[in-house]
């Protein structure tokens, strides 16, 4: 089962993830991206290619569609709070939306 | 461009998608129901089959997923309230859960 991040190594992943415009979720041990795209079928065929990734890693994220844009959410409910797979998935969703 | 739906309409359609679990959603004019589904793989495919007719039908829903859940609203943004699009994708959407 993934365990918390500790200190350093949130720090660390949090500042890299914050060049991307992944930023910490006001009183939850989470992290939050609103995603952009041209339109509804860009919005929701990167969510497919995300889907597939969350699936095979059996690590979900929460997330909102509304036509072109997706604010998405990541924590690792096992764990009460980021972990490797949090980021992982962040840099994954951030690969495929470019 | 679709219309508000007139109030017997709405009122018609109204109680007829109360019976598979869609309501007002309170403080705007739009319907909300909360799918769920057995796991991951079921939510995301129904959304997927959704997805295809709302961009067919050039009508999307906003909708948050979290797992196994699919929490919908569905309000037409041109008219500022319910049409019969909404009621045409909300029938849909029952149909494809089933």
Known sequence: MAEKLAPDTRAAALTELSGTGWAETPGRDAI????RFANFVEAFGWMT????WAEKWNHHPEWRNVYATVEVTLSTHDAAGLTELDVKLAKKMDALST
Chains 1, 2 share one sequence.
Not at 49 to 52: E, G, K, L, N, S
Request: no cysteine; proline share 0%; aromatic share 12%.
């Open 32 to 35: 939050a991206k609103t995603f």
């Open 49 to 52: 290619r995300v889907a597939i």
